[in-house]
């Protein structure tokens, strides 16, 4: 908070200098200015300027630089302003005109006196204008307005390239919307671009204007108020103004320079240095020709040898050090080409993955609307949102040896389930209550195996109306895979994703992670959310998890035995999912006897509760938990099994087989808002024992 807090003061405080400067500029226009300060103007423009091309050269990317079309406002107001205050001073002063940067642009950049120099730094001047009007501001004016016809043109095609990489799993959200916010702040960029190119143009044409009106407005001055003659009003004023010129076009120059660097710079991945070391290395023949070029000029009549035999050794020696390094390259090329064939890459399996036959293309094909990707993409924020636990990347991949309507949907390479499309028709599944039976083809639904028929589009209407529900191709497969993930959610999630959820939760709750780290390791933390998985808890609130977690592991750092106090501090949200609207809990609950057979038959196999039970007593308790389940569905309930603390995980254990989809409850996960209404007793029948 105090780094936050230093950098808002810094930002602040540049906030209220740029401000300051925008002021002083507008100053500039209305007061006139001492002839030292307009010198230190000046030479900040020059120094400004210089600044700004250094920065483009060392960019790497436009938007790393993205204020330039700002600065190239500012920069022109600026260099204005001074041609405004400079021309002030001049008219005003006349031959008592002592500003130093303009006298010496004047006499010492030209490199002449008297009326030499006057016409040597006019064409100077002229020279520096049609070089900057004609060739770099047009140039890059019109590279520019393609950029930013291009750039715009193809946002849409960016934009879905972005949300199908998120959509499989290769970009997270934040990364995604990171992509986003870059890809518009491009197409910002080459708009602005587009449009200050011409603060360029416009003032290297007001440049042109100024120079002739001082140059005309000088001479009046001179003769008719300082009753000067023609050659001292000439020596004078044309002198000063061509310096003023000078001093300001000079700055505009490498302004017009930087904005064609910056413009025709956008396919580069590296500054300009790193590009112009690269490529004018990679081809040593160039070299040779024209150092063979150089040296045979040297021996032509008139040439001077003594400058081009050098320069031609120098090319020489270059082509033969890039055609070394070329050599180098090749050779080590191949062996590692061979070191790479000798050790074969096995690369590691998805967590999880879909493959589709040939078939069903069209659902993940952009030109076709890629269906099937945005579905994948709600499935993921579901997910997420009811489990916590955020998909890692979905590979889709194209299997050609499927049948073309099926799909394989796998977790760690290995086929979890799979299912069968009709392209072009609709699953109508009854729910039970529809109102008139229509035909169609039968079939199975894929993620529950529920009768279903599969109906065509004319149809869809008339099994709505009667009550079926009706389902889409996209939505069959997205269902599948989101009931895949709910059930193994726990053999999706590993220890990388676990490692990544700590170090984005360390953010924010730094304390929370480091001491629950000091007290257990990843994977012991890792088999406490996979406990919790498994019986579809969710590990959203992982900060409650971490510090329960954290206050017993002193007392005891099994995993079961910890996944029950962090399930105990849940107590609000699993209270919340399985009580209905009004609070109440409708649960199945076991007499003395049948939680004491457990109890006494508890056990521990490799780190995971067990209930050891002889034959007899097993199918004992097997039965009397179905005939307790069968009653409460016959109330119209979902079965709850409600226990002790202390039997809990063995009674989940014991259930896992046979009423898998059971949830079994202990007391001290109940909360205290929720009342509690048994709606079935879990009894032994006699000739059970202990």
């Known amino acids: 908070m105090k780094d936050r807090g230093i950098l808002q003061h810094i930002g602040g405080k540049n906030d209220l200098l740029v401000a300051g400067g925008i002021v002083f500029i507008i100053m500039m226009l209305i007061i006139p200015l001492p002839t030292i300060l307009l010198d230190f103007l000046m030479a900040m423009n020059i120094t400004l300027s210089l600044?700004?091309?250094?920065?483009?050269?060392?960019?790497?990317?436009?938007?790393?630089?993205?204020?330039?079309?700002?600065?190239?406002?500012?920069?022109?107001?600026?260099?204005?302003?001074?041609?405004?205050?400079?021309?002030?001073?001049?008219?005003?002063?006349g031959s008592t005109f002592n500003g130093k940067m303009i006298q010496a642009f004047s006499r010492f950049v030209v490199g002449s006196s008297g009326s030499e120099g006057l016409v040597i730094g006019f064409i100077i001047f002229l020279i520096l204008i049609a070089v900057q009007f004609l060739v770099i501001t047009k140039g890059s004016t019109r590279v520019a307005e393609v950029a930013a016809r291009f750039t715009l043109d193809s946002l849409p095609g960016k934009q879905m390239a972005i949300e199908a990489e998120f959509n499989t799993g290769t970009l997270t959200e934040e990364q995604m919307l990171k992509k986003k916010m870059d890809l518009e702040r491009e197409v910002d960029f080459y708009g602005a671009m587009d449009g200050a190119s011409k603060f360029v143009s416009g003032n290297v044409k007001v440049g042109i204007l100024i120079t002739i009106v001082n140059i005309i407005g000088g001479l009046i001055v001179g003769m008719t108020i300082h009753q000067e003659s023609l050659s001292v009003a000439v020596s004078t004023y044309v002198s000063l103004t061509i310096g003023d010129g000078l001093v300001t076009q000079i700055p505009a120059l490498l302004i017009s320079t930087a904005t064609g660097l910056i413009v025709t710079r956008s396919i580069s991945e590296g500054t300009f240095g790193e590009d112009v070391s690269q490529q004018f290395s990679s081809q040593s023949r160039i070299y040779w020709i024209a150092g063979f070029f150089l040296a045979m000029l040297s021996l032509l009549p008139g040439f001077p040898w003594y400058l081009l035999m050098p320069l031609a050794a120098l090319t020489l020696f270059l082509a033969y050090r890039f055609s070394r390094k070329a050599k180098e390259e090749t050779v080590q090329e191949p062996s590692m080409k061979q070191e790479e064939a000798d050790i074969p890459i096995i690369p590691p399996l998805d967590s999880l993955s879909l493959e589709i036959g040939y078939g069903l293309v069209p659902l993940v094909d952009a030109s076709s609307g890629a269906e099937l990707l945005d579905r994948i993409t709600g499935i993921r924020r579901e997910i997420a949102l009811e489990l916590g636990l955020v998909i890692p990347r979905i590979r889709i991949v194209d299997n050609m040896r499927l049948q073309a309507t099926e799909y394989f949907i796998k977790i760690r390479g290995t086929e979890m389930s799979k299912g069968s499309i009709r392209m072009g028709h609709y699953l109508a599944i009854n729910p039970g209550n529809v109102s008139e039976e229509i035909t169609g083809e039968e079939t199975k639904d894929p993620t529950f195996g529920l009768p279903a028929l599969w109906i065509s589009e004319d149809m869809r209407r008339k099994a709505e109306q009667a009550g079926y529900t009706v389902v889409d191709a996209p939505s069959i497969i997205t269902t599948h895979l989101a009931e895949i993930v709910k059930n193994y959610a726990a053999d999706i999630l590993g220890r990388q994703e676990v490692r990544?959820?700590?170090?984005?939760?360390?953010?924010?709750?730094?304390?929370?992670?480091?001491?629950?780290?000091?007290?257990?390791?990843?994977?012991?933390?890792?088999?406490?959310?996979?406990?919790?998985?498994?019986?579809?808890?969710?590990?959203?609130?992982?900060?409650?998890?971490?510090?329960?977690?954290?206050?017993?592991?002193?007392?005891?750092?099994?995993?079961?035995?910890?996944?029950?106090?962090?399930?105990?501090?849940?107590?609000?949200?699993?209270?919340?999912?399985f009580a209905d609207?009004?609070?109440?809990?409708?649960?199945?609950?076991?007499?003395?006897?049948?939680e004491q057979l457990i109890?006494?038959?508890?056990?521990?196999?490799?780190?995971?509760?067990?209930?050891?039970?002889?034959?007899?007593?097993?199918?004992?308790?097997?039965?009397?938990?179905?005939?307790?389940?069968q009653v409460a569905q016959g109330k119209g309930f979902l079965p709850i099994l409600l226990c002790s603390e202390m039997i809990r995980p063995f009674l989940r254990e014991l259930c896992n087989r046979d009423f898998g989809s059971v949830p079994v409850l202990s007391v001290a996960e109940i909360a205290s808002f929720v009342t509690v209404k048994a709606v079935a007793t879990l009894e032994l029948k006699e000739g059970v024992t202990s």
Do not use: C, W
């Open 51 to 93: 600044l700004i091309i250094l920065i483009v050269l060392y960019t790497k990317n436009a938007l790393e630089f993205s204020v330039f079309p700002t600065m190239l406002l500012v920069s022109s107001v600026f260099g204005l302003a001074l041609n405004i205050s400079s021309t002030r001073l001049i008219l005003a002063q």
């Open 500 to 577: 990544t959820i700590l170090d984005r939760l360390q953010e924010q709750y730094s304390a929370v992670v480091e001491e629950v780290q000091k007290q257990l390791t990843l994977g012991e933390i890792h088999k406490v959310l996979q406990l919790l998985l498994r019986e579809k808890i969710s590990i959203r609130d992982m900060v409650s998890i971490l510090e329960t977690i954290s206050d017993y592991a002193s007392v005891n750092k099994d995993a079961t035995f910890l996944t029950e106090k962090a399930r105990q501090a849940l107590a609000r949200q699993i209270s919340t999912k």
């Open 581 to 594: 609207a009004q609070n109440v809990l409708h649960v199945i609950v076991m007499n003395a006897e049948s």
């Open 599 to 629: 109890a006494n038959a508890r056990s521990d196999m490799e780190g995971r509760p067990a209930v050891s039970l002889d034959p007899g007593q097993y199918r004992t308790v097997i039965q009397a938990l179905k005939e307790s389940v």
